[in-house]
């Protein structure tokens, strides 16, 4: 694995807070992206990034290149998550939506749990990123048949 994840435990802690790193600056640009493209094509764009620097990362030749993906990852992964629950709030009718929150966040739940769980059955890091990159290449789909929030 290059001594990426298994060399030094200062490396693993430091690749995992770069994905913090992006995440924060997602966070800081999301509003910008969706009022200039819209909460879909933001959620859309952000899924995108997200997956083709996690699939990128499958190949990452070296700890510092490694930083550079986990930031796009961060970047990408937040603006989607974030453009997918303000979408999916804006959508639902005003007296569901409490309903609505609780439900996102025990199905978010569940998908951290599939990711742990690909990352147990995996034991590869390399063959983890390939397969959380193709998942969600697939996320998009349903992202790109909603319609659009008003």
């Known amino acids: 694995d290059g001594g990426l994840y298994c060399d030094a435990e200062a490396k693993f802690t430091t690749i995992s807070s770069f994905f913090f790193i992006g995440a924060t600056l997602g966070l800081l640009v999301c509003t910008a992206v969706f009022d200039r493209f819209g909460r879909r094509n933001g959620a859309i764009a952000g899924n995108l990034i997200g997956a083709t620097a996690t699939l990128?990362?499958?190949w990452a030749p070296s700890f510092e290149v490694m930083l550079v993906i986990r930031i796009f990852q961060g970047v990408g992964m937040f603006i989607n998550l974030?453009?997918?629950?303000?979408?999916?709030v804006e959508l639902t009718p005003t007296h569901l939506r409490s309903f609505a929150n609780g439900s996102i966040m025990n199905i978010w739940s569940v998908g951290y749990m599939c990711i742990?769980?690909?990352g147990y059955?995996?034991?590869?890091?390399?063959?983890i990123f390939l397969t959380v990159g193709i998942i969600?290449?697939?996320l998009t789909i349903p992202l790109l048949i909603y319609p659009i929030s008003p």
């Open 136 to 138: 969600n290449y697939i």
């Open 116 to 118: 742990t769980l690909c």
């Open 82 to 88: 974030t453009g997918i629950y303000v979408w999916s």
């Open 56 to 58: 990128i990362g499958t």
């Open 121 to 127: 059955l995996i034991p590869t890091w390399n063959y």
